[in-house]
């Protein structure tokens, strides 16, 4: 079955606990991004990559890394996660980036305390 | 710089009836633009997909409009169920050579048996 896959799907940790959210996709996809959602905003893009070891900053890229080693994985690490990146995670993945078929994973619910 | 606004936030109506759910954006200047759907933990599924140069898409009992002179898409839902209730999301793609999607906040809708 095609999917992106998130992991893990509630997290709650405290202000500058290093954390990764985990994102693998299994349809040989070369383009996958990260967003975020929070009451109110429209998602926001924060990275996306074109293809493996190629990844460029979204719209609000500050506080989070990540790194495409691999075409399947495209993590999201929080260094020093701080309040206000609590918020709704979303990986998503394409065959290509202007590709109307884009694929989500569920989500990842972030509480940084 | 493109701005997506979805109006209402949410909607709650009773079984049966056919409603409209709004988008606009600032921007004429679009590559295409899609409706989604959100289910709580589910993730997004993409549901039309209007095309610039087109003026609406149908998929069973969804009708999608785009009128990019005014910057208005509207989502039409015929004969609503139950099962409909979720928050539609609308995003836009930009024409310039980013391509990037830019996302309303979504309406919730609730369909009331």
């Known amino acids: 079955e095609a999917q992106v896959t998130q992991n893990p799907r509630y997290l709650i940790t405290v202000t500058g606990k290093k954390l990764t959210v985990t994102c693998s996709q299994n349809m040989n996809h070369e383009y996958m991004s990260w967003y975020r959602q929070d009451p109110g905003l429209g998602l926001r893009q924060i990275y996306y990559?074109?293809?493996?070891?190629?990844?460029d900053k979204g719209d609000v890229p500050e506080g989070y890394k990540v790194s495409r080693k691999e075409k399947r994985n495209f993590p999201l690490i929080l260094e020093s996660p701080s309040p206000n990146q609590t918020s709704l995670y979303f990986c998503?993945?394409?065959?290509?980036?202007?590709?109307?078929?884009?694929?989500f994973g569920s989500g990842t619910q972030l509480s940084v305390l | 710089k493109q701005e997506v606004t979805q109006i209402p936030a949410a909607l709650s109506v009773p079984e049966g009836e056919n409603l409209v759910l709004n988008c606009s954006f600032t921007?004429?200047?679009?590559?295409?633009l899609q409706w989604f759907r959100q289910d709580p933990g589910k993730g997004l599924t993409s549901l039309l997909l209007i095309q610039s140069s087109q003026r609406e898409q149908t998929s069973g009992r969804l009708n999608a409009s785009l009128d990019k002179s005014s910057g208005r898409s509207t989502l039409y839902i015929a004969a609503s169920q139950p099962g409909d209730s979720a928050t539609y999301l609308c995003?836009?793609?930009?024409?310039?050579?980013?391509?990037?999607?830019?996302w309303g906040a979504g309406t919730k809708l609730i369909i009331k048996p």
């Open positions: 998503a993945s394409s065959l290509y980036r202007e590709s109307p078929k884009l694929f």
């Open positions: 921007d004429s200047a679009i590559y295409n």
């Open positions: 990559s074109m293809n493996v070891e190629a990844t």
């Open positions: 995003a836009v793609r930009g024409g310039d050579s980013n391509y990037q999607l830019i």
